[in-house]
C-alpha cells in the first residue's frame, strides 16, 4: 500500500470516528467509569435523602445498564442516560447540570403561551421568526420533540417547571441530535406558523455556548404596562421598588437576592419610603425568581411588617410563575403566610414542600457538574405540588403581541 493510500484510509477512518461522538474530538479520552462510580458514591454521601421516590434498586439497575455499556457509547450518549437516571431521584435541585459541556444552542428561544411554543427571542437575522409557534424540527412534530426533550430535561420538580425547561433544552442541538430529532449534529430545519397559520421553514446553525452568551445580536419580546417605570437609581437590576402610577400601589420587582447585609439596606430605604407616601396596596413580583437564600427573602418581610399605611387585610399581592424556582416559592409561601398575601398569576415551578438548598459536586475527569439536595423543606401544608396561585391570570398572547403583561395589567385593574 502507498503513503497516499494510507494518509487516505487514516483520514477516513478518523472523520466516521469523530461523527460516532460528540466529544470524541477531546485529546484526553473521559475516564467515564470512574466519574460514574464518583456520581453514585457521591450522591449517596451527600443528598439528604437520595432514595425518597426511587428505590435504591431501580437506581442501581439504571446506574448499572450505563456503568457497563460505556465503551459502546459516545459521551453525549452517557450524559444523556445519566440526565435520565439522575431524573429517577425527583426534585428540582438534583440534576446534572451541563454548564461546563461545550454545547451549542440553535439561536431562539421559546415559550409556551396559549398551549403553543412561541418564539420569543431569536438572531437578528432571523428576526421574521419573532411570535411565531414552533411545529416542528426536521418533520418531528413538536408535540413528538417536546415529549422528548421534557423526559430528559433538568432541574424538574413538578409539571409547571418541566414546561420552562422543556423551552430552556428545546434548542440543544446536542441533545436533539442524541435524542435522534435532527439528522445533523448542529444544523436542521426548523418550521414555524405564523398568525395566518402560514408555515415558515428555516435552516437554522447551533452556536456555541461561549459565543451566544457574548452576543448582542438578539431581538426579543418584552412586556410591561405605562404605570410601573423601573426607577434609574436602583442599587441592584433584580431587586427595587417603585409606585405604581394612579394608584395607591408599590411594585417590588424581587428577582434575586443581594446578600443579607444588602437586604437589610434595601428594607431600610423600603420602609423609609413607605412611611413617607403611604401606600396602601403593595405587589411583590416573584415571577422570574429562580431562588437564592429564603432567609434573605425573610427580611424583606421583616422590613414590609413595619410599614402601617398598608391594607393588612386584602392590600398584599405576590406574583408567582412557572419560573418562579426554589427559594423564591418558599418566599412565595411565607409572605402569603406572614403578610397575608394573596398569591396571583401561576402555580410556582417548585414545590414548598419538598428537597432543596442546591449544592454540587464535579466529576473530575469529564468536569460534569452534578447539583443535589442538603434539606429538606416543608411550608406548605399540600405535599408534593405547586404552590397555587389565590387569583390566577395567565399571560395572553394577544398581549404579548402587544408588549402588554397581563398579569399586572388585570391586577391593577382590580385596585
Sequence with gaps: MNSF??????????????SNGLFAQTPNKIKWKEDLEIYKKSLEQKHIDLYNTVTKDEFENEWNKIYKNVETLNDFEIILKLMHLTRLVNDGHTSVSL?????????????????????VKVSNEHSNLL?????????????????KVSETAQFVENEHSQIVRTGEYINISELLYTLHITKKEHQAVFTFLDTNNQKIKATLTAIDTDSLIKTTDFVHLTVGIPEITKPNDS???????????NTKALYINFESYPTFEEMQVFGGKLVKYISKNQPEQIVIDMRNNGGGDLYVGVVLAYALNLADSIDWKNGVFVLTSNKTFSAGTSNAALFKQLLNAKLVGQPTGSNPNGYQDMDSFTLPSSKLVITYSKRLFRLSDKANTALQPDIIINQKENDLFNNIDTVLKVLINRF
Excluded at 5 to 18: D, P, R
Excluded at 99 to 119: A, G, L, S
Excluded at 131 to 147: G, N
Excluded at 235 to 245: A, C, E, G, M, V
Design 235 to 245: 442599587s441592584f437590576p433584580y431587586l427595587w421598588f417603585t409606585p405604581i402610577k
Design 5 to 18: 493510500l494510507k494518509v487516505a484510509i487514516n483520514f477516513l477512518a478518523a472523520v466516521l470516528l469523530s
Design 99 to 119: 454548564r461546563n459541556m461545550p454545547i451549542h444552542r440553535f439561536p431562539f428561544e421559546v415559550k409556551f403561551i396559549d398551549d403553543k411554543w412561541r418564539v
Design 131 to 147: 411570535k411565531l409557534s414552533l411545529v416542528a424540527i426536521d418533520d418531528v412534530p413538536i408535540e413528538e420533540l417536546s415529549t
